[in-house]
């Protein structure tokens, strides 16, 4: 009856952020009031301990109020995608390798960090939540694939910020933002994967502070996206593949940067070509978040038109009747 209960709550309370209750999706309410009754409605996955593909179902889980919203920022607030319960069990994985001394700058422990990464309990943050179907919802119905493990981001608490006297409001500098790259043909081609999906784990970064909060820079998608495609043509990615605009000041104007105000359980959906950037950490706890990739599953095929295509939004299937010509 308790879980009937919490599933209630979250029925009522998954939605945009500022929108609490715009969601309310009835494919979604099914899944947690099977849940709650003891049913089984994990998605189908893989013996192998990374992200596997995930059964798809025919649910809408994104409103069109949201899904506008993704289209014209880049990025879409999702609450309370999973439980508080689910976000507490993550995060006991994730000081449980820190207290072997993983996640240090020197990477001393790669293997406890992976193994980590691996768990059952931090990739069930994107397997078992609304979030497959989000995703397929600007995708395409069963359109997706998942990175091959997910990232426990770190970002502890940085005393050089504060000596130098960055208070605790004010913005982090405008041009520190990157998109990510890759290697190989990824950098070649500067498409690594669709959507960054992040899942927040600690406390804390719902305040308006610097409190180490994904920091994006929203609509900087439609600027980027062209930008990068001359940068690759001439072959100006030079960098490791991991910063794609390389980390100066010299960097385009993409406006100012807006923190992301997550809860523990909350979600972050962010396009590819979205200015992002880990923010400034002032606040005593370290900021503990999750990040997943997602491509679509025919991602690898169409690298060469995404970069040569006009649209930002040539993957995103799921959308393309409200994208229209943009
Ligand atoms: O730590 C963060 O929130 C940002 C992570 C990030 O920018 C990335 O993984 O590309």
């Not at 009031?33 to 192998?48: D, E, Q, V």
């Not at 449980?96 to 193994?115: H, M, N, S």
């Not at 992301?260 to 950490?281: E, M, W």
């Amino acid at each position: 009856m308790v879980d009937a209960v919490a599933w209630f709550t979250r029925y009522r309370s998954i939605g945009c952020q500022g929108n609490g209750l715009a969601s309310l999706q009835h494919a979604t309410s099914i899944r947690y009031f099977k849940r709650a009754l003891g049913g089984s409605t994990h998605p189908k996955i893989c013996a192998t301990p990374s992200l596997a593909v995930r059964k798809t179902t025919p649910t809408m889980v994104l409103t069109e109020e949201q899904k506008r919203s993704f289209i014209r920022d880049g990025y879409l607030v999702l609450r309370n995608v999973a439980t508080r319960e689910m976000a507490k069990d993550a995060l006991r994985v994730v000081d449980k390798a820190r207290a072997k001394g993983a996640f240090t700058e020197e990477d001393a422990l790669p293997d406890v960090k992976r193994e980590a990464e691996r768990a059952p309990e931090i990739y069930r943050m994107m397997t078992d939540t609304i979030l497959p179907e989000a995703c397929e919802d600007l995708i395409g119905k069963g359109k997706i694939k998942y990175g091959k493990n997910a990232q426990i981001a770190i970002r502890p608490t940085e005393e050089k910020f504060k000596e130098k006297g960055m208070t605790m409001t004010e913005n982090m500098p405008k041009h520190k933002w990157h998109i990510d790259g890759g290697k190989g043909k990824y950098r070649k081609t500067a498409s690594p994967f669709t959507l960054l999906v992040g899942v927040a784990l600690s406390e804390g970064q719902d305040i308006e502070e610097n409190r180490g909060q994904l920091n994006v820079w929203p609509g900087s998608h439609f600027k980027l996206h062209p930008l990068l495609r001359e940068r690759v043509q001439k072959d100006l990615v030079t960098d490791n593949g991991q910063n794609l605009f390389g980390y100066g000041p010299g960097k385009p104007d993409i406006g100012q940067p807006k923190r992301v105000l997550l809860r523990p359980g909350d979600a972050c959906i962010a396009h590819q070509r979205l200015g992002h950037s880990g923010g400034v950490n002032l606040h005593a706890d370290p900021r503990i978040q999750l990040y997943f990739r997602v491509s679509h599953k025919n991602h690898d095929d169409c690298l060469e038109q995404i970069l040569e295509g006009s649209s930002v939004f040539l993957e995103f299937e799921g959308i393309k009747e409200l994208v229209g010509n943009l």
